[in-house]
């Protein structure tokens, strides 16, 4: 509504809520924080009880209801800070706890309570692979997991992977007819001066290019062509990973405390001279 008269409003609205209140998982009011994030961020209409699914909810519907949204792929995309969100309301959800009991009733429990009771006392069973027609909760299992340890899950995934591959991308040649233009120069002008035998000083170049433009492919063909007569480092974790090489201060045994400015000695001084 504006100046008395309907107006077509964008589709994405994220409203401002008040009041607010503390994100600590331990606080008084932590349910009360669970409610305004579902209105902020979990798309809902008509009224606000649509956020939440029931016109009667309780402190545990807010923060239940939080969790299971931000165990979805939307939240996981639009929620800002979204690992350390789901960290917080973990510690909050109140898990069904099954006792061992020799109650015939046992067999009319559903599928996924008697394979959780399975998994806690250490059992074995013999049921079906579960499969795209089940009804089985999967966000259940990111419960037996940190937020910290989730987010980590794809990096190791491929991390395996690449692992089980006899030839890995500091062996591999490459077909350098796929190089772009930029490529096959950088490619030329660094094999041209590994190829120099005689002295000489170093080449220093800097690759630049946005994410995608193949930075990482073309360091990778050199290593495969130099083998071990070179070192590929980064400057920091991240990116050292990237290129599947190690940090500069572990190479050179720098300290990365805050106080790190003072000279090498001992071991690492050794270490680096050689």
């Given amino acids: 509504m504006s100046k008395g008269k309907l107006v077509l409003r964008s589709d994405n609205i994220v409203p401002n809520i008040f009041p607010t209140y503390s994100p600590n998982p331990n606080g008084k009011y932590y349910s009360m924080y669970c409610k305004y994030q579902l209105l902020r961020y979990k798309p809902w209409k008509n009224s606000q009880n649509d956020a939440w699914g029931t016109t009667q909810p309780g402190d545990q519907t807010y923060i239940t209801e939080w969790h299971n949204f931000l165990n979805t792929s939307y939240a996981k995309t639009h929620v800002p800070d979204w690992n350390q969100k789901l960290s917080n309301v973990l510690g909050n959800i109140e898990l069904p706890v099954f006792e061992e009991t020799d109650n015939p009733q046992t067999e009319q429990l559903e599928e996924w309570m008697i394979l959780s009771h399975f998994y806690n006392v250490g059992k074995q069973c013999n049921f079906d692979p579960i499969t795209e027609q089940s009804n089985y909760d999967w966000s259940l299992d990111s419960m037996k997991y940190t937020a910290q340890q989730i987010s980590e899950m794809p990096s190791w995934i491929n991390t395996s992977k690449n692992n089980l591959h006899q030839s890995s ?105 050689d």
């Fill in 169 to 273: 991308a500091e062996t591999k040649r490459v077909n350098i007819n796929s190089f772009s233009e930029m490529q096959k120069l950088a490619y030329d002008m660094v094999m041209s001066h590994f190829q120099n035998r005689q002295t000489k000083e170093p080449l220093l170049l800097i690759l630049n290019g946005v994410a995608g433009s193949g930075k990482s492919y073309l360091i990778n063909s050199l290593r495969a062509e130099v083998q071990d007569k070179c070192v590929v480092t980064g400057a920091t974790g991240k990116a050292s990973y990237m290129i599947r090489g190690i940090t500069i201060h572990s190479l050179l045994k720098l300290p990365i405390t805050q106080h790190s400015q003072k000279k090498l000695s001992g071991q690492a001084l050794l270490d680096l001279q």
